[in-house]
């Protein structure tokens, strides 16, 4: 299945979440079918990772945004995370610090971005700017209605310096984010993620999904795309994202450099201390 | 087993690297045996992991240090990369930049050192300016001669601050190096790690191990013990390490913090929600 495909909005689409599914099961038989299709393609990422890394000229950064319990965590746990911890990074952005703050609100995402060879996880990003931000009213219409241009053009500095960029928006229906918020009510292991902030949130579902649509339909662009994923059922998030960074790295076709060292000398070597 | 008295050196001791043995297979019955038990204790290892992080009081610092093909790449891939990553950072120390070099030894490993509930993994580390700077001559020796006890000074500050340090010595003998080199030579998607400087290291074998048990002697203290891990085996170098880790989380004994909502105001907000 291309996943790629499936789930990338397109440069000038409109975006209308509430048409599309939360609930796909993709063109998997049943949950055991899709966590082995993970499994198979987390190895395969690790495997082209490796050869990112050792090419040392290309780099990756995965931009997760979601609502509250759609399973970021979840994702890096099971997917991102998978990969070799030598070459890969997550970041989580929390509300700014008092330095964050007192920069502009790239410069903290700017210095998280990989260097050549390496792989960057957000969770949660430059977006929560024209997200949070815009739904809580904590800067003026006028400054984050600058920002989706902003964000296009240093997105665009990125993937000039050699950055495959993928954003990935989990899409859960209100429905099954209220069934996970009643597993943490049962499960003591996750009250301390408890929280009446999230039901204010839920308040304004509406408000966040127009934000979410604006922001993926403005920065949606051919060198940062933003996939919007069905993440009711968590094995098909996994997989379809997997999938996705699986076709991105294949597509990116890192090579093995050549070797800059002489092979009869370094065998000279060795066998010399072979026969000691 | 007790991995921690098995391979500990406690302060006060006198290291003879040659007297100990690189080729142990602890209590294992195979391979597999060692493998089934790396994979149950990384298990364990995650969850008191995750509480760790949920308490956000404590942290840990791995530092590894060893020979080159003495496999702290293979180790953080089975081993300490298997933490979850939004934890767990690892950090390589390589030839100081130029901004780094301008500052003291420990300023860029400072700045790596774990925030309370994360845990840092150092691929190596301060440890190597009393080691190849000693050997390779880089500074003079009135100059690293001090920095044993500066090294003592700084692990201790980090100790008082809540931070738990295990340091591992991955204890290879030159047999088995020559025979992993011979291995590199043999596949061609490992020429990129060839180097005819490790023949050069091989010759000085000798003062690095005096370096080495030096380093363990000095500053192996009870806040920041140093591990001797015999690695010829990988699959017991993963297994102690594992264990090592196990055990010193246990003992740290991470506590799942108090609620701090009030649970019946959440119940309630949920059935609210549940009943629309």
């Not at 082209?48 to 090419?55: G, H, K, N």
């Not at 920002?147 to 950055?163: D, M, P, S, V």
């Not at 009250?191 to 308040?203: P, V």
Request: glycine residues 4%; neutral net charge; aromatic residues 10%.
């Amino acid at each position: 299945m291309d996943y790629i495909s499936t789930h990338q909005i397109k440069p000038g689409d409109k975006v209308d979440l509430k048409s599309i599914e939360t609930k796909s099961r993709g063109s998997f038989d049943d949950k055991d079918d899709a966590k082995a299709f993970t499994a198979k393609t987390n190895d395969a990422i690790r495997d082209l990772q490796y050869r990112m890394f050792v090419e040392g000229k290309q780099s990756l950064l995965v931009v997760l945004q979601a609502p509250d319990a759609a399973g970021k965590d979840g994702l890096i746990r099971k997917v991102l995370g998978q990969m070799n911890p030598q070459g890969c990074r997550t970041y989580p952005f929390k509300v700014p610090s008092k330095e964050e703050a007192a920069h502009d609100f790239l410069w903290r995402i700017h210095k998280a971005a990989p260097a050549k060879g390496k792989v960057s996880v957000f969770n949660r990003s430059h977006y929560e700017d024209v997200l949070v931000v815009r739904v809580e009213d904590l800067v003026p219409k006028k400054v984050w209605s600058k920002r989706y241009e902003i964000i296009n053009h240093f997105e665009a500095n990125l993937a000039a310096a050699g950055t495959r960029i993928l954003k990935f928006y989990l899409h859960i229906s209100p429905e099954e984010q209220l069934e996970r918020f009643g597993k943490r009510l049962e499960n003591p292991e996750k009250h301390w993620k408890l929280n009446t902030g999230d039901y204010a949130a839920r308040k304004k579902w509406g408000d966040y999904r127009q934000a979410y649509e604006q922001a993926i339909e403005e920065c949606s662009t051919d060198h940062a795309p933003w996939f919007v994923i069905p993440a009711d059922h968590k094995w098909y998030r996994d997989a379809s994202v997997a999938g996705i960074v699986h076709q991105t790295l294949k597509d990116m076709n890192p090579q093995m450099p050549p070797v800059d060292v002489d092979l009869d000398e370094v065998r000279a070597l060795y066998e010399r201390e072979l026969a000691k």
